[in-house]
T-cell receptor, first 112, second 114 residues
């Protein structure tokens, strides 16, 4: 079982719609959860972080965490063509050097 | 602040050649990392460092070496390059000390081994 799993996509949504990206993780001791956006040929860029169960909103982005189900998601409201990118889910444990494990990413395509 | 910088941006190596990928950060971060990203894949940790003089292996360390003599610099050395090392290499850093602390990435080095 992969430590952090994401559907590779592509996920295609029309402009203005809600894009829903999902991620599951295997380590129940995980404490911190991050969503990175990566445009083609560029480095990952942090867009959201979440540390406790529930929802966290930042502009058009909402991160949702359910530790009991080991599930984290990212909602993008009013999707724009500029949101087209690969979204990486990252999970951090609580010990040692704070190892971060990345998923393989979900490619999002927003169709104008 | 320049953040995390990497050089070179692109490089083509022949099989068996060696090279050093440079990484520097000006944020006084304690933790630094080297990842590789193959096409369509996630980030795989090669090596990491928790401070000057302290390094350790990640998931895929074979064929690579690192050193960290100062807080700012964390070079990655490839010895005897192989086609399997064709990838995009990212350096990252974070302050460390809190689980909420996130990593900042450099722009990457695209390496091709022929």
């Amino acid at each position: 079982q992969k430590e952090v799993e994401q559907n590779s996509g592509p996920l295609s949504v029309p402009e203005g719609a809600i894009a829903s990206l999902n991620c599951t993780y295997s380590d129940r001791g995980s404490q911190s959860f991050f969503w990175y956006r990566q445009y083609s040929g560029k480095s990952p860029e942090l867009i959201m972080s979440i540390y406790s169960n529930g929802d966290k909103e930042d502009g058009r982005f909402t991160a949702q965490l359910n530790k009991a189900s080991q599930y984290v998601s990212l909602l993008i409201r009013d999707s724009q063509p500029s949101d087209s990118a690969t979204y990486l889910c990252a999970v951090k444990g609580d010990g040692g050097y704070q190892k971060v494990t990345f998923g393989t990413g979900t490619k999002l395509q927003v169709i104008p | 602040n320049a953040g995390v910088t990497q050089t070179p941006k692109f490089r083509i190596l022949k099989i068996g050649q060696s090279m050093t990928l440079q990484c520097a950060q000006d944020m006084n971060h304690n933790y630094m990392y080297w990842y590789r990203q193959d096409p369509g894949m996630g980030l795989k940790l090669i090596y990491y460092s928790v401070g000057a003089g302290i390094t350790d292996k990640g998931e895929v360390p074979n064929g690579y070496n690192v050193s960290r003599s100062t807080t700012e610099y964390f070079p990655l050395r490839l010895e005897l390059a192989a086609p399997s090392q064709t990838s995009v290499y990212f350096c990252a850093s974070n302050l460390g000390g809190a689980s909420t602390d996130t990593q900042y990435f450099g722009p990457g080095t695209r390496l091709t081994v022929l």
